[in-house]
């Protein structure tokens, strides 16, 4: 698909790699709806510098783990621009949830932004793409997907289903949606993390570097554009998956 002249919505499309993915799209000519919970000015700015790129965009506000406020942000965005033609599941809530806990509230938050909001969203937005009979699907996993985290239970748990649940709508929206997720590794350090850890992390890649926000966003693009792939995971971590293997075998 040809992002130019179709309608992307992002979700936590307003700041960091949400933002880069926004921007990339829009410079390709998509119209782009920005969702976002708690970030109205980052969305207000993120809006403007899509706009600058000579497209048209729109920030909505709307919990992603509520299923009322997707289906408004969707049927917004149909009024809006007519149609949502690619669906990105980026929103998420980074936050440790420590096993065993007293205290469930947590593990709710995180596993209904990640698993029933990409669910919901999803959900909205497959009729208007099997009507126009296209449409693609990208969500955002990491490498958790693939492995545990110590005391981040709910977002390595989150992330698994959703990667399940990307392989599941490939199939069940085939042949006319393609759905495929994208696997970041470390291209944006969180806000807590010393230099000293951004430098551990980024020995732990093969390309000893952290990569950048705008690296996901091209791996976006090409699952936007790429009308051959579905049901695929895309790692883009700078070999750190296999890296525990660089200095010896065994």
């Known amino acids: 698909m040809n992002p130019k002249g179709n309608t992307a919505l992002i979700t936590g499309g307003a700041h960091r790699v949400g933002k880069a993915i926004t921007v ?8 782009v709806v920005i969702n976002y ?14 706009r600058a790129l000579g497209v048209k965009a729109l920030a909505f506000q709307a919990n992603v783990g509520n299923h009322h406020e997707v ?18 599941n980026n929103a998420s809530l980074w936050m440790e949830t420590p ?16 698993i029933n909001g990409a669910f919901y969203c999803a959900n909205a937005v497959a009729p208007l793409m099997l009507k126009n009979r296209d449409g693609a699907i990208i969500n955002i996993i990491d490498l958790a997907a693939y492995e545990p985290w110590p005391n981040f239970v709910a977002h390595s748990v989150g992330k698994s289903a959703l990667l399940a649940l990307n392989r599941q709508l490939a199939l069940e929206l085939a042949p006319h949606v393609r759905v495929n997720a994208v696997a970041p590794g ?3 350090p969180p806000v807590d993390y010393s230099q000293q850890k951004i430098a551990r992390v980024a020995q732990k890649t093969l390309l000893e570097r952290w990569g950048k926000p705008e690296d996901i966003a091209e791996a976006v693009l090409f699952f936007t554009k790429s009308n051959y792939i579905t049901g695929e995971a ?3 971590d700078g070999g750190q998956r296999i890296a525990y293997r660089k200095n010896e075998h065994g």
Request: a negative charge; aromatic letters at 4%.
């Open 24 to 31: 990339a799209l829009a410079r390709a000519g998509a119209n």
């Open 37 to 50: 919970n708690t970030s109205a000015k980052a969305a207000d700015d993120t809006v403007a510098e899509a």
């Open 71 to 88: 289906e408004r942000m969707v049927r917004a965005a149909e009024t809006h621009f007519g149609c949502v033609d690619i669906l990105v």
């Open 99 to 114: 096993f065993p806990t007293d205290d469930l509230d947590d593990w709710h938050r995180v596993t209904n932004i990640l």
């Open 186 to 188: 470390p291209v944006l």
């Open 234 to 236: 895309l790692a883009v």
